[in-house]
T-cell receptor, first 114, second 112 residues
């Protein structure tokens, strides 16, 4: 049983395209996150949803739009892809958004924009 | 504000030897501290965390960490390293922003 799953694992696409990454968690958690890992391995928070409500929206281009159809899913849609969007995107979930809650990460989606 | 420092970009250790990956923290109030590991081309896995209580925290895969308030450290340790422990290790503070703040981590290389 995969706790936090992401699809696809790899995504290679051309500049200007629109793509989506899906995330699902079967842990019954209330809070889900999207992180971006750059080439130097830094992870930065992009978005967080708690019970389908957006609670964190970091400074990311508005080409990135998260959507949470239900508590178990948080998808990331990216419009007009740019070269700089190439990175690994990680989804995570936690029981809730309280301090000290453990976040459980998905396997990542490696996005390459050509 | 809470932040951590991992002073070593890379740690090399021989298989079977004890390993330590260092982390020092700078916090106001009581810190929440996590260790995560990222194996090559894989996602991040939770190892252990310190919230409160016992200073010695035991985690997954035989790892443990000791919260040391006087030295403001939270070093990750394992008594006997395995080649399969080779990975990128992150000491992560919970800054209360409802998201974790990751640095660039420490790469552990265990040589056979």
């Amino acid at each position: 049983d995969t706790a936090v799953s992401q699809t696809p694992k790899y995504l290679v696409t051309q500049m200007g395209n629109d793509k989506s990454i899906k995330c699902e968690q079967n842990l019954g958690h209330d809070t889900m996150y999207w992180y971006k890992q750059d080439s130097k391995k830094f992870l930065k928070i992009m978005f967080s949803y708690n019970n389908k409500e957006l609670i964190i929206n970091e400074t990311v281009p508005n080409r990135f739009s998260p959507k949470s159809p239900d508590k178990a899913h948080l998808n990331l849609h990216i419009n007009s892809l740019e070269l700089g969007d190439s990175a690994v995107y990680f989804c995570a979930s936690s029981q809730d958004s309280s301090a000290g809650e453990t976040q459980y990460f998905g396997p990542g989606t490696r996005l390459l924009v050509l | 504000a809470q932040s951590v420092a991992q002073p070593e970009d890379q740690v090399n250790v021989a298989e079977g030897n004890p390993l330590t990956v260092k982390c020092t923290y700078s916090v106001s109030g009581n810190p929440y501290l996590f260790w995560y590991v990222q194996y090559p081309n894989r996602g991040l896995q939770f190892l252990l965390k310190y919230i409160t209580g016992d200073n010695l925290v035991k985690g997954s895969y035989g790892f443990e960490a000791e919260f040391n308030k006087s030295q403001t450290s939270f070093h990750l340790k394992k008594p006997s390293a395995l080649v399969s422990d080779s990975a990128l290790y992150f000491c992560v503070p919970d800054t209360g922003r409802r998201a974790l703040t990751f640095g660039s981590g420490t790469r552990l290389q265990v040589q056979p």
